[in-house]
């Protein structure tokens, strides 16, 4: 994917060259956005009685992403959609982006315009408009960091805590796909490039280049004010799991059988001998919702689910705090959950 | 300043123990931030009546600092004023900032700690919050991305377009010192590092290391609406007045002699026989404000400056867009000034 560029045009049109072309391909101005790029800061006209919601995020070539197994494009989209997925699990609407890229000076112009294009395509599906954003030189790899802003419905914004006893723990979409893609392009990567992918592997590699911020499903929840609490699910189930437990003081028993797993999964866990309930436990990226509900709220909770066309399952129960978390398996016996977030400081465990 | 760090403390904290130790000593919440730290999202409630202004900014080790001549405190305090100086060219008021901080894992605990005491440094004699960020360990130098958040006046922000001909030129402080202490810290960094610093170079050191963001006197220029157009000066006055010249298309008649020049600053030019106006138009990272007034408000700006006790000067006149930029000299002839903006991309030109 990426080559030392033969013309130096990046040198030719500069930081300030860059910055305008950005400006001008992306920068396009909305009625509630006072001051895009091209100054000191953005100034932006809030939506009167909504709230704000912030969120930054780092991906750094090397630790978030290798260029070896994905495209620029596929790392600026996963970037923002990443992102965006915040604003997501709060039960917003995304407005605002600012983008912070450093990159070597090796990258091509052509390189960087991918970059952004893909930074750019989820964005453009939810109305979310470039705002401002800083560039560098990077003396290493490709360095992004991201900021969304939006607006949550004042007092409807879904927080991690807030989920209750006898709540019912719901998540949207399949779990492990992402990871699951991922360690097929590591592993083609390592081995033969070129062999031809299976459907399943395919569909998982999708998965992990192109996850979808559950954007409508999150901003639903919070407007009817159906979850409690909510988690976008980056870290893995397990880890993300435990946040929400932490923040709302609360324990959860997980139904081992109810774990939502595409035949996909299934039969790549199969080909490569793994545990698919682990691996959908640990596998980060899913960028699925993870929420608890009232019971009394199931049903519009399947009519939002009908609404959206997006699987939601049920695949557990709010407990007291001193329950701990703990994964209920098929002959009723009960299992601690190996409780492993993505820990950029510690040495993670090897899928 | 950096040593491997003898205990592996980082990787014991691991990233949410840090990610707490922060929300705990520097994540308060206060009226308007209805959540934090710790949630995917902060959560603010929107000053009514007022704007919103966004700022985000990168500093990069080996880039934008090196830590061999200056504390991790140092770095910290550096980054925020600049981000902070953003705001005060919009005339707004700082309220929130989000960190994005990458760290090698031989930096110490004690070292990210001074990293964060520098960073919030600024940020607290002016009521700034710590509302949010992101973690990652990097794999080459320290990379901070900041995001500023601030208010402004509706109808009152200060923009780089607006100047009028016949506008005049005001710049406050003095110009070059930041360059010129640059210069004595990378070169006492090359040469004896014990040598004793002259008065005038440990003034100079100060000015590169504790820079002043001039929140109060933007606020008070913006209240009043005394600006037409501003920026702060953090490429150097060369590069950065021909951004507020392209954005307000004007161009400006710039006086050689008014241009405000510390004592300290002279003796250090005279010392090391460098050009004192060359230094001074190209000297970047002095965050002072450089902004046009309508002259009928001359007398407004000298009550503000007495009042704030901060040195304002008149540096020249807006003209016509086809008059360029040109410096006039004391003899009464013309010079065109090398425009000459630090570029990330580009080669510079050396001190």
């Known amino acids: 994917m990426r080559r030392p560029s033969r013309s130096r045009s990046l040198q030719n049109l500069g930081e300030f060259g860059l910055i305008r072309e950005i400006r001008n391909r992306f920068g396009k101005v909305g009625r509630s956005i006072i001051k895009g790029i091209g100054d000191d800061a953005a100034v932006i006209r809030p939506t009167p009685g909504s709230t704000l919601l912030v969120s930054t995020d780092l991906f750094i070539e090397g630790i978030h992403f290798h260029l070896g197994f994905q495209s620029l494009f596929d790392v600026g989209y996963r970037a923002t959609a990443s992102n965006l997925s915040d604003i997501a699990a709060m039960g917003g609407c995304p407005q605002y982006l600012l983008v912070a890229l450093a990159i070597p000076d090796h990258l091509s112009l052509s390189g960087i ?5 893909g930074l750019m395509h989820p964005c453009q ?19 992004v960091s991201l900021t969304i802003l939006g607006r949550g419905q004042s007092g409807h914004e879904m927080k991690r805590e807030g989920a209750k006893v006898g709540d019912l723990v719901y998540v949207t979409g399949t779990l492990g796909d992402s990871r699951a893609g991922l360690h097929i392009l590591q592993t083609r990567y390592q081995q033969s490039r070129g062999q031809r992918k299976k459907p399943y592997e395919q569909f998982l590699i999708k998965r992990h280049l192109r996850p979808t911020p559950r954007i409508h499903l999150g901003r639903l929840l919070a407007k009817q004010r159906l979850a409690k609490a909510a988690i976008d699910l980056s870290d893995g189930l397990s880890g993300d799991l435990r946040h929400l437990c932490e923040e709302s003081k609360v324990g959860v028993e997980l139904w081992a059988k ?11 866990a199969a080909q490569e001998r ?9 596998g980060g990226e899913d960028y699925e919702l993870l929420f608890t509900i009232s019971p009394r709220n199931q049903n519009a909770l399947r009519h939002a689910s009908k609404a959206l066309d ?7 129960e709010v407990k007291a ?10 002959d009723g016996l009960y299992r601690q959950i190996p409780i492993q977030s993505y820990d950029h400081f510690r040495q993670q465990q090897a899928l």
Chains 1, 2 share one sequence.
Do not use: N, W
Not at 113 to 117: F, G
Not at 321 to 330: A, D, M, N, Q, Y
């Open 274 to 282: 793994l545990d698919s309930l682990q691996l959908a436990l640990m």
């Open 310 to 316: 997006l699987p939601i399952t049920c695949i557990g």
């Open 113 to 117: 315009r991918k970059l952004y294009r």
């Open 258 to 268: 109810a774990i939502p797993l595409s035949s996909q999964f299934r039969a790549y």
């Open 321 to 330: 705090k001193g329950f701990g978390i703990r994964l209920k398996l098929e």
């Open 125 to 143: 599906s939810h109305g979310v408009k470039l705002i401002g954003g800083d560039t560098s030189l990077s003396q290493s790899g490709i360095f």
